[in-house]
């Protein structure tokens, strides 16, 4: 389905960097928008702040700019208020798992329905390449110039075990997959957390010899690992490699939704 | 040594110089240069301190308070979103009278979303009990942060401090700024001497209940502090003179005022081109000069009202708006020259990084001299 219609074609070009991932995580995510055949009306996007939060800004839709961390509540808000609403957030690592922590895990434990695109590229990107709660144990950034020393975030296993309905994990790579996730998740009633591994070649590709997107595309189609895959070794007790990304649909079920209409 | 440098670079100087014991940020723009160098010296082994990569404002404000409460030297930045995460535990620190120095790369807040500058997010937290130093340029900033330790830090004082200086006009411009030595910097700032800490032997408590039998003394303790806060400042102002060459024993800076009969008052950098503005005006045979509000916590009423005895009039530039009331600076200036019948002009200009140019000076002192009432300066009449 085309959905250049949905593109507020007289904002661009965007302000995200050559290479960035979030076009494609943004086409992805209308892609699968359109597929329902929900009108522009009866969809609303919210974002907090940081480079995925920019991507409302080019959908031609109502939309929600908020504060750091904070869209969840805010769309917590517009949900339970007008539920007819199709309510999609995107997000970022920074965003999501740092400042808005607290929200993340609390929106998954009372399961609203929401649909969460989290854009995970490792880094803060837009204030130019911190060290975030997902930089992985010696990754370099502008907070961390030797390397990171802290254990990051799993989002994707944190969003499962705080209860959220649908979880899923892809990269750019893979969009025919991430566009089904994102369908998916739209389709689950409850909150859907589809986490897309993101290349970021200026933030965290400067500081890690990344600055070439194919590098990047290559280590997101050789380092990815499937869910059922990953879970048959760690059940054989064979060991995960620790530079996999574990991609798929970590789970889809049907705990007590709040924000449902009927 | 004099050195060309960022401003947010000469500001993380001042920090390292100072010798924090530990440093908490969030990132933020235009704060990010500060705490990005700060990170580098202390992984480079050139700052013997903790940095602490926090979640949110509030973390890194809270990690810094705890800290502090412990006996340490502290030191943290924001801006913006940032300082108003922070509202909450700003207000703690100063009530727990914790010496806390905080940069501020002064910001717009949102909503609409504005990276650019303006003074709205210190003035927003102008009753927290924080000291509010404005540095008009790099040298300043780097400056501030030695005196701003000092004062915080005295025993009459204990209250924390902000040091504001305009975000990217500043932050992220470069200057000549005189560096000072390690040696000369401790002679200036010795280490920490924490009035009261946390120590298991001798337990005491931060921060617990007062109930309205003693609510407020505490807050009058506060006010206390800070007029004392006056008199400290002058005379680390005026060692800082002694020991470095540049003297900040004045809380205000006084430019061409004394045959003046227009006054304009500003914070931050914009007094630079204002100043050029008046030496242009100057030539032409207008008499104008400037007050600079180098301190506008503790509000330095008599300096004020002393610097500005002899003009007719008073025009005001307050990059900040009390929506429903007027400029934060407007209002103190009132209160400071009531009954001397010194004519006012609030111009509220510069919000969310419009420019302000000399020529706006120019018009500004017209308008004042004009006997126009307070304004939104400069609006764009056909997108209203």
């Known amino acids: ?262 | 040594m004099t050195q060309i440098m960022e401003g947010s670079h000469a500001v993380a100087e001042a920090v390292r110089l100072s010798k924090p014991g530990v440093i908490s940020a969030y990132p933020i723009t235009p704060q990010t240069h500060i705490v990005e160098r700060l990170a580098e010296m202390v992984a480079d082994g050139l700052l013997e301190a903790d940095y602490i990569t926090v979640e949110s404002e509030f973390s890194a404000l809270s990690a810094c308070l705890g800290a502090s409460a412990t006996g340490v030297r502290v030191y943290s930045a924001t801006t913006s979103q940032g300082l108003a995460l922070m509202f909450e535990v700003c207000f703690n620190a100063a009530g727990m009278r914790l010496p806390l120095v905080m940069t501020i790369a002064n910001r717009a807040l949102s909503a609409p979303l504005s990276i650019w500058n303006d003074h709205q997010d210190s003035i927003s937290l102008r009753d927290s009990g924080w000291l509010q130093l404005y540095a008009q340029d790099c040298q300043e900033a780097h400056d501030l942060h030695y005196i701003a330790y000092r004062v915080a830090e005295d025993h009459s004082v204990l209250l924390p401090a902000m040091v504001c200086f305009d975000g990217f006009v500043l932050t992220h411009t470069y200057e000549p700024v005189d560096i000072p030595g390690q040696e000369e910097v401790d002679a200036f700032l010795p280490a920490f001497s924490p009035y009261q800490r946390l120590d298991a032997r001798d337990p005491i408590s931060f921060g617990m209940y007062a109930t309205p039998d003693y609510y407020m003394e505490f807050r009058y303790e506060m006010e206390r502090a800070m007029q004392r806060a006056k008199g400290v400042l002058k005379e680390c102002g005026k060692e800082f003179g002694e020991r470095f060459g540049r003297d900040y024993s004045d809380l205000v800076e006084s430019y061409r005022l004394e045959d003046a009969d227009t006054a304009l008052v500003a914070m931050g950098s914009l007094c630079g081109t204002v100043k050029d503005a008046i030496d242009e005006m100057r030539g032409e045979g207008k008499k104008v000069g400037l007050l600079n509000l180098r301190v506008f916590r503790p509000f330095p009423f008599e300096d004020v009202k002393k610097a500005l005895s002899g003009v007719s009039r008073v025009a005001i530039l307050d990059k900040n708006v009390s929506i429903g009331s007027k400029g934060a600076v407007g209002l103190e200036m009132r209160d400071t020259l009531y009954g001397t019948g010194i004519e006012i002009l609030d111009c509220i200009a510069g919000l969310g990084g419009r420019d302000i140019r000399k020529r706006d000076v120019r018009r500004i002192v017209g308008l004042a001299e004009a006997g126009g009432g307070d304004i939104f300066y400069g609006l764009r009449e056909e997108v209203l």
Request: glycine share 10%.
């Open chain 1, 1 to 262: 389905m085309n959905f250049l219609e949905w593109y507020r074609v007289d904002r661009l070009p965007s302000i995200f960097c050559a290479g960035c991932g979030i076009g494609t995580v943004i086409n992805c995510t209308l892609s699968a928008v359109t597929s329902m055949g929900w009108r522009r009306n009866d969809v609303v996007f919210l974002s907090g702040i940081g480079c995925s939060s920019r991507a409302p800004g080019y959908i031609r839709t109502d939309s929600l700019h908020t504060t750091h961390g904070r869209a969840l509540a805010f769309a917590t808000g517009v949900k339970l208020a007008e539920p007819r609403l199709n309510v999609i957030l995107f997000t970022g690592d920074g965003d999501l798992a740092a400042i808005g922590g607290n929200h993340f895990i609390h929106a998954c434990r009372r399961n609203i329905d929401l649909t969460v695109v989290c854009v995970n590229n490792y880094i803060y990107g837009m204030t130019g390449g911190q060290g975030s709660p997902t930089t992985p144990v010696g990754a370099r950034s502008s907070t961390t110039p030797y390397g990171s020393t802290e254990t990051p975030f799993d989002l994707s296993e944190l969003a499962m075990a705080a209860g959220a309905n649908y979880v899923s994990r892809w990269t750019p790579y893979h969009t025919k997959e991430l566009t089904a996730a994102v369908k998916a998740g739209l389709e689950t009633p409850g909150l859907s957390f589809i986490e897309v591994m993101t290349q970021c070649p200026t933030g965290y590709g400067r500081a890690n010899r990344l600055r070439d997107v194919k590098e990047f595309m290559e280590i997101f189609r050789m380092r990815s690992m499937l869910k059922q895959k990953a879970d048959r070794l760690l059940k054989e007790g064979k060991p995960v490699p620790p530079d996999a990304i574990v991609i798929g649909e970590f789970v889809r079920r049907s705990r007590p939704v709040m924000g449902r209409r009927g």
